[in-house]
């Protein structure tokens, strides 16, 4: 994470706006970075979050931790916060089903469910067009091409070192400049490769505090630039919610008797998927057979066809 609200303008309001001011927003950005024991490499830290244009060491006299939090705090519980439908999220709600062991229903649709609420997602059509829109897009590779070392006259070796050098997106992008494109037959298409990750991730050293983030990559962007936390490379999808703290009780209510494990562990996995298939929707699914035409930061109108490459992620049902 680098100094925040960097870019100047009306990034640096809105970057700073749940806070008394600036400089305090900067000082809580510095407590909430890099490690939690402030080594002398942690002042050297602070030293560049102190050194922003917008920090005024004048302010720092009404500075109080717990009174930034409060406001932070009360920031999100409000509609000023980030997460909303004009930045790109939505907040949905998915049904899962209940099993329960030895009773059977004519059908799954006849089986009790329960609603599970809170679910903050991107529409994944939505991230890439604004991607493709955007200065990030100037930096894709949009033809693959195969990458090889020539050892010696008759000893060739690849180099498999970038997505967009692999025999997987050769093959994708030969597959998809076949196909017939009327009346729009003179555009160029473009795989994107779409890398996806999920890591639950606690977010204190105590207590129980956790969060499940979907994030995604263009396998289109060379790693060693997308691995750069300045070139902001990284797209937020969702926030997975885990089930309710008392999903316990409310199982109960429904049969009568205690949730077993196995039951938890199946009801966590319909949890996982019934939030992909919120996220695949049929815009996505509709894009992914077809493909979508963008106007692109080039100038350029392009097909886009979004094919996944790779799909890290823990399973914390288990």
């Excluded at 059509?125 to 100037?138: D, G, T």
Aim: charged share 20%; aromatic share 14%; with cysteine.
């Amino acid at each position: 994470m680098g100094v925040p609200g960097t870019e100047g303008g009306h990034a640096d309001a809105v970057t700073f706006a749940p806070f008394t001011n600036p400089t305090c927003g900067i000082l809580m950005a510095w407590q909430y970075s890099g490690t939690n024991q402030k080594s002398t490499a942690e002042l050297d830290w602070l030293a560049q979050f102190l050194a922003h244009p917008l920090c005024n060491p004048r302010e720092l006299t009404s500075f109080h931790h717990s009174c930034e939090a409060k406001l932070l705090d009360k920031f999100l519980s409000t509609n000023s916060n980030l997460f909303r439908e004009e930045y790109g999220w939505y907040k949905s709600a998915v049904k899962i089903h209940l099993p329960c062991e030895k009773v059977k229903w004519s059908s799954e649709a006849a089986a009790p469910h329960m609603t599970v609420d809170g679910v903050w997602h991107w529409d994944l059509v939505n991230i890439i067009m604004k991607a493709f829109q955007s200065e990030q897009f100037k930096t894709f590779h949009t033809t693959p091409f195969k990458q090889c070392q020539k050892v010696s006259e008759d000893h060739i070796i690849d180099i498999l070192s970038e997505a967009y050098s692999l025999l997987e997106m050769l093959c994708a992008y030969e597959e998809v400049n076949g196909l017939s494109h009327e009346p729009d037959g003179d555009l160029e298409c473009v795989v994107t490769s779409l890398m996806l990750w999920l890591d639950s991730t606690h977010l204190t050293n105590f207590g129980k505090a956790s969060m499940w983030p979907f994030y995604m990559y263009f396998g289109n962007q060379s790693k060693y630039l997308s691995g750069k936390p300045t070139a902001m490379a990284c797209h937020h999808v969702a926030y997975i919610p885990k089930l309710p703290d008392d999903f316990q009780d409310i199982y109960s209510g429904f049969f009568k008797q205690a949730l077993s494990q196995e039951v938890l562990t199946h009801c966590k996995h319909d949890l996982f998927h019934a939030i992909w298939d919120l996220i695949l929707d049929k815009w996505f699914m509709d894009a992914y057979q077809s493909g979508i035409i963008i106007w692109c930061a080039d100038g350029i109108t392009q097909w886009i066809y979004p094919h996944f490459f790779s799909y890290s992620a823990d399973y914390p049902e288990k």
